[in-house]
């Protein structure tokens, strides 16, 4: 949890991706369900009081992750619609992309 609350806490957008790229990326096929949903929630939570969300340029890094475990924790789904109803408006860089993802989800023939 620990790259997770680095990534999370990033202070700058530069940050945001630098953080993701090291502490997130290389873990990501070690997470387990409780690392997602604790994942998806802090990365609301720590940057709710912040102006400009310092996570907003690491929408890849979402997409991946979704791509790369919802089939293998599929109970993970729930914290994903949390987390894009909190963030739709937040100015993330091609947010729609993960958005339609997430809404397909449960038309998918997996």
Known sequence: KHNIDLYCQ???????????????VPIINLLKEDDINYLLEQA?????????????????????????????????????????????DKNWKNIEELDQKIANYYSSPF
């Not at 530069?14 to 997130?24: D, L, P, Q, S, V």
């Not at 939570?45 to 919802?70: A, H, K, P, V």
């Open 44 to 88: 609301v939570i720590q940057q709710e009081d912040n102006r400009y969300d310092q996570l907003s340029r690491t929408t890849d890094l979402m997409i991946n992750l979704f791509d790369e475990t919802i089939n293998e924790l599929p109970d993970t789904i729930k914290s994903w619609e949390n987390f894009i109803a909190k963030k739709r």
């Open 10 to 24: 990033s202070n700058s957008w530069e940050e945001g991706k630098i953080n993701a790229e090291y502490f997130i």
